[in-house]
């Protein structure tokens, strides 16, 4: 249900893949709340992906940007401004990519330049964006910037590799930056740990059914499903938060504080 909570709110949504990602999902759920909002992915990614039939759907604008790019992202901010009519109100950051993982390297034998990609597109571009809404003052007071992360920024998992890395390292872009924002802007920046998600990168990583059962028996609530992701972060889009910066939040169906279910024990018990 609808409620409205960003009419008159203007934004721009990073890593909208196809309609199992949680950008998507945020879209959707953006316009449906009274958004406006710019689309954008690295053109790669949009000759992939299903895009354009998102803007048609949310009645929005594509511009191509490569997260990794300054010049792209400036041109991106510009041309945003210009076709909503003004400043942003909100950034979704879904952005998320290891030549390492998807290479199959074992984390104890990465590919050096690889990690250094990784770190660039999954981490650092994080950066990037922000740097880049702060140089031409892009977002207006109180704006909110979100991240997505994971929990393997805090916790070892076998198969995650070197995008435990990135997200450790995004985590402490959102804290970072958050504050110089913050101090002279009002602007606010959080991280939002999911719980494993059925996405196209997800479903990448090796071993990740497994993994994605597990933690969904581990969670007293289960593995929170992308749509109610969106939800969350549609409520850092909105006024209803506006005191909430630099924190990584947890939506994980309490996974990250459960240190056993009875319903693993009861495997073992087997």
């Known amino acids: 249900m609808s409620n409205g909570i960003l009419k008159g709110k203007k934004g721009i949504i990073f890593g909208a893949l196809d309609e199992n990602s949680i950008a998507w999902k945020v879209a959707v759920q953006a316009a449906a709340e009274g958004a406006e909002f710019v689309l954008t992915n690295a053109p790669i990614a949009l ?15 594509v511009i191509p940007a490569d997260a990794t790019s300054d010049e792209d992202l400036e041109k991106l901010f510009t041309e945003a401004q210009e ?26 034998e990465l590919n050096y330049d690889f990690y ?4 660039d597109i999954s981490a650092m571009s994080f950066h990037r964006v922000l740097a880049a809404a702060k140089k031409l003052d892009a977002i207006n007071e109180w704006g909110s910037v979100v991240g997505l992360s994971y929990i393997a920024a805090q916790r070892t998992f076998p198969d995650y590799s ?14 970072s930056f958050g504050y110089h924002y913050g101090t002279e802007k009002n602007i606010r920046v959080n991280t939002i740990s999911q719980s494993p998600t059925m996405t196209t990168a997800g479903k990448g990583i090796k071993g ?31 006024d209803y938060t506006k005191y909430v910066t630099m924190q990584n939040l947890f939506h994980d169906g309490g996974f990250s504080n459960t240190g056993v279910s009875q319903v693993v024990m009861d495997k073992f018990e087997e």
Do not use: W
Request: hydrophobic share 40%.
């Open 83 to 108: 076709f909503l009519g003004g400043k942003v109100d909100f950034v979704l950051h879904s952005i998320g990519m290891s030549p390492n993982v998807r290479k199959k390297k074992h984390y104890t």
């Open 47 to 61: 000759r992939m992906g299903a895009i354009n039939t998102l803007a048609e759907q949310t009645n929005s604008k």
């Open 116 to 119: 250094h990609k990784t770190l």
């Open 208 to 238: 990740f059914n497994g993994f994605y059962n597990y933690a969904d028996q581990m969670s007293p609530l289960g593995n929170a499903p992308a749509e109610d992701c969106a939800n969350y972060i549609i409520s850092l889009f909105s």
């Open 162 to 175: 070197d995008m435990a890395e990135a997200k450790s390292l995004l985590e402490s872009i959102a804290r």
